[in-house]
């Protein structure tokens, strides 16, 4: 049975814009000088890695109702590898030398990437073909606001990922890519 995460949504989307304003604020510091380069570098890859974090902690508790059990499956695996990359992404964020934050935080995201993405397929190959069935028993409006959530959560994702590809693209080419 799907949870109901009508009570987490407002936390949640209210943390999500606090991240990203804390983002900009470390931006905009950045470039008026205000914070050194080093430390900016370090204040952004830390939001990066709360990012995950909390997108990890957030996907297995929206559930369709469509294929629930695989998707249940799928998601708790997902949220668990985005919550250790999360982890991983701050801690590389405070301990790691300067020069290399950003190459070790582009492998640790895109490992995560990776791994949920191949967890996903593997499950996808043994879906059934009953699992349309099941949203007839469902709301349509549960079933709506679970897909609307899990879109948010995917956008959030899907930046990261590509923010990821950045990182490695500026390591490989430097400021000529970036």
Same mark, same amino acid.
């Given at each position: ?6 009570? &987490?949504? =407002? +936390? ?6 606090? &991240? ?11 470039? *008026? ?19 995950? &974090? ?9 559930? +369709?109702?469509?294929? #629930? ?14 919550? *250790? ?11 790691? =030398?300067?020069?290399?934050? *950003? ?25 059934? =073909? ?10 349509? #409006?549960?079933f709506n606001k679970a897909k609307a959530q899990r879109m948010a959560i ?5 930046? +990261?990922?590509?923010?990821? +590809?950045?990182?490695? #693209? ?9």
């Amino acid at each position: 049975m799907p949870q109901d995460t009508t009570r &987490l949504s =407002p +936390l949640w989307a209210g943390l999500a814009i606090l &991240l990203i304003v804390a983002l900009i604020s470390v931006i905009v510091a950045s470039s *008026l000088d205000l914070v050194e380069r080093e430390l900016a570098k370090r204040l952004a890859c830390t939001v990066f890695g709360l990012m995950l &974090l909390g997108a990890g902690n957030i996907l297995p508790k929206i559930i +369709l109702p469509i294929g #629930a059990g695989k998707t249940g499956r799928t998601d708790r695996f997902a949220g668990a590898i985005f919550v *250790l990359a999360g982890l991983t992404c701050v801690g590389v964020a405070i301990l790691a =030398p300067g020069d290399q934050i *950003l190459l070790i935080e582009a492998i640790v995201g895109i490992s995560a990437f990776v791994l949920a993405g191949l967890n996903w397929l593997r499950l996808a190959q043994t879906a059934s =073909p009953d699992d349309s069935a099941k949203a007839d028993a469902e709301s349509t #409006a549960s079933f709506n606001k679970a897909k609307a959530q899990r879109m948010a959560i995917f956008l959030i994702l899907n930046a +990261l990922f590509w923010t990821f +590809l950045i990182f490695i #693209a500026d390591r490989l080419w430097g400021d000529v890519a970036a």
